[in-house]
């Protein structure tokens, strides 16, 4: 038999809009985390330990979030009871759209337990890659205390671990009293392993508080300096050297980036030396090639605003003026800032 388009949408079109928004939201959602930690510069150093573990981990972990505050909302029969009695939903399609609110519970119910086991996989590759790859430049990214630590100390020591393990075990109880054999032969054993769902919450509230991901930041300082002698960094050499190691010991190696340009090459063999050891292989020879250094700042800070300071000639002023006002691929704005002493 042919199909009434227009009783197919009367019926079934508004439970489909439902269902793809709901599907978008989730795509969107685990695609947008995904990207965010695979190449966001924050996540550089950590991405770099875990590796696709930390992107699973991460946007599975969004999708659950998800689904979990909507799961809940369609077996709140007080609300759906109010919303079917009253004028708060006065189209008739809609109000059947109530109807179909189990399916969607459950439907939410199986992305929840798809995903928790990537999530947990995930997880389980991370522990072992945060002691396989640990390093003491970056300890306070690492979960692990030292290289080659048992993985599984990282599951059951950690308020994650721990009340993530916990989680699992509730799940799937859950699961298991919500076959159908179950519920048809011991409804209360369905009843009361579903009533786990408040400890299951208190479980995840602790789990997300205790997850502690923080971003380490890759903001960089760019530093320019061109001078047309050596004699001309050396005033300069000592405090830079000393900022160099600074952050080297605070586990921020890239908050400062050092380039000194030399239009001269007399004597440069004075700054070369074990004192400036840090400055070695930041010393150039000639002009810094502007475009090329505002489109690698501009790559790095996608879609944010950077700070430019200028200190110098008017012709200097005026290139980085002209670059700063360009247009980039990237969505970064420049600020331009001059400041002159003469």
């Known amino acids: 038999m042919a199909v009434s388009w227009r009783s197919w949408l009367a019926n079934e079109g508004v439970k489909h809009l439902c269902l793809f928004i709901w599907l978008s939201m989730n795509v969107l959602l685990f695609w947008k985390t995904f990207l965010l930690y695979n190449q966001g510069p924050e996540y550089h150093y950590l991405h770099q330990m875990l590796g696709l573990g930390l992107c699973l981990s991460r946007a599975s972990a969004s999708v659950l979030n998800l689904n979990c505050s909507l799961i809940l909302l369609p077996m709140c029969r007080t609300l759906l009871a109010y919303l079917r009695g009253s004028q708060k939903v006065p189209s008739r399609r809609t109000r059947r759209l109530l109807d179909k609110s189990r399916t969607f519970h459950i439907t939410c119910g199986v992305t929840i337990c798809i995903f928790s086991g990537v999530h947990v996989a995930a997880h389980l590759v991370n522990a072992l890659n945060f002691s396989v790859n640990y390093s003491e430049d970056f300890v306070e990214l690492n979960a692990a205390r030292y290289r080659d630590e048992d993985p599984r100390k990282l599951l059951f020591t950690t308020v994650p671990g721990l009340t993530g393990v916990c989680m699992v075990v509730v799940l799937f109880l859950m699961i298991t009293a919500s076959t159908y054999a179950i519920r ?24 997300v508080s205790g997850d502690d991901w923080k971003p380490y930041k890759l903001r960089r300082l ?33 908050y400062v980036n050092i380039q000194l340009y030399l239009s001269q090459t007399d004597g440069i063999q004075k700054i070369i030396g074990e004192k400036y050891h ?35 000639p008017n012709s200097l002023s005026k290139t980085l003026h002209k670059l700063s006002n360009q247009i980039n691929s990237y969505g970064t704005r420049f600020e331009y800032n001059k400041e002159s002493f003469s």
């Open 222 to 254: 760019y530093f320019i300096w061109v001078c047309r002698d050596i004699q001309s960094f050396r005033w300069f050499a000592d405090l830079l050297c000393m900022l160099h190691n600074k952050f080297w010991q605070e586990n921020r190696p890239d």
């Open 278 to 312: 840090a400055l070695n292989s930041r010393l150039f020879i000639g002009r810094p090639r502007w475009k090329l250094l505002f489109d690698e700042i501009a790559k790095y800070n996608r879609g944010k605003t950077v700070g430019v300071f200028c200190c110098g």
């Open 184 to 207: 048809v032969s011991n409804y209360d054993i369905f009843w009361y392993t579903h009533n786990l769902f408040f400890v299951f919450y208190m479980l995840l509230t602790l789990h």
